[in-house]
């Protein structure tokens, strides 16, 4: 269960907000040696006269708004620093370069700001009461600290004038496109992603369906009829899909395509979580490696360096490519070791 608090501190509580800033936020002020002195002048020229730190981050927000236009048409800053290009030149971007300008005037004005980088909107879906959030709804915008109140969101980049959590259209076509995702959405919940927790939750469901067949067969029926018909068409499209496949698989093809061969340090490090997960350590699926790295120390604290140098040299080949015979043989040598301590735990 997730709780989320939509609604920002009153502005009120913001203007109010004093304070020192927590231990290592100094980072969020500050800024690259490359930022120009026009750029400087311009936050101080935006932000004059106006009390707290919330006036001045609404003010820049403005400016923003009403001096700057939208566009995905980029053009290249050249030698230029890019911020500079687009406060005085270009003056049209993107919301990366919206929020980006944001953060620069904000941290001259020494508002401690960070930008974020995610998802914002999607499109409420009423067959199966999800929200589709795609490609198209990643975003760039802003978070102001204020002490007492926390990281504040400001989205300097101009609106849309559309509702980020709509409905979207009421016409066919819409209706058919939500539909389609619906019928996607089951197809991965039901054949991609099925396990035996999905198994068990089915088969509770359709028990108390068939629980209630001796004295409320037609109720149930109506009740569930809107699953059903997913179901049902998510079977037929499974079908379609299986058949078409099968077909492409025995068309002829002038090449096969071979996935990526793993690098040898890929193999060992696979070997090294393996090994560790049968002491007992539950890895996510999720967990980068790193992550595993880290969960693991306590477990094997005595190879918890070698297996972190592991790890770094695991992202240089599989990530970065890099085929080096002596990193290699110290990957040998790392998961050796790791394989001794683990070896030498009490069974």
Request: a positive charge; glycine letters at 8%; aromatic letters at 10%.
């Amino acid at each position: 269960t997730v709780w989320s608090r939509l609604r920002a501190p009153a502005p009120d509580v913001l203007r109010a907000a004093r304070g020192p800033l927590p231990r290592g936020y100094e980072d969020y002020l500050q800024l690259p040696d490359e930022i120009t002195a026009r750029t400087y002048e311009l936050a101080a020229k935006i932000t004059a006269g106006y009390p707290t730190q919330y006036d001045k981050a609404l003010a820049i927000e403005r400016w923003l708004d009403q001096n700057l236009t939208y566009t995905l048409e980029l053009k290249e800053p050249g030698g230029r620093e890019p911020i500079d290009f687009f406060l005085f030149d270009r003056k049209q971007g993107h919301c990366e370069y919206f929020a980006s300008a944001f953060a620069i005037l904000a941290r001259a004005a020494h508002i401690p700001t960070r930008q974020v980088n995610g998802f914002l909107g999607g499109e409420w879906n009423e067959y199966q009461s999800y929200v589709a959030v795609r490609a198209g709804d990643a975003h760039s915008w802003d978070e102001v600290y204020f002490p007492g109140a926390g990281w504040v969101t400001f989205d300097p980049t101009p609106p849309d004038r559309h509702d980020p959590l709509g409905r979207g259209g009421d016409g066919i076509a819409a209706r058919m496109s939500r539909l389609v995702d619906t019928l996607r959405f089951q197809w991965t919940k039901w054949v991609i992603e099925y396990d035996l927790v999905s198994q068990l939750s089915l088969f509770k469901d359709l028990g108390g369906v068939l629980r209630g067949a001796a004295g409320g067969m037609r109720d149930a029926i109506v009740d569930h009829w809107g699953t059903a018909a997913i179901a049902a068409a998510a079977i037929a499209a499974a079908v379609a899909l299986r058949r078409r496949r099968r077909a492409t698989a025995m068309a002829p093809t002038r090449a096969t395509a071979r996935p990526r061969a793993r690098s040898p340090i890929g193999r060992l490090y696979d070997q090294t979580v393996r090994r560790i997960a049968k002491t007992g350590m539950a890895i996510e699926a999720a967990a980068t490696p790193r992550e595993v790295a880290e969960r693991a120390a306590g477990k094997i604290s005595a190879a918890a360096p070698e297996l972190r140098e592991l790890v770094e040299l695991y992202y240089a080949a599989e990530w970065g490519r890099r085929s080096d015979a002596e990193a290699e043989r110290r990957a040998e040598e790392l998961a050796a070791a790791i394989r001794r301590v683990i070896e030498a735990l009490p069974r």
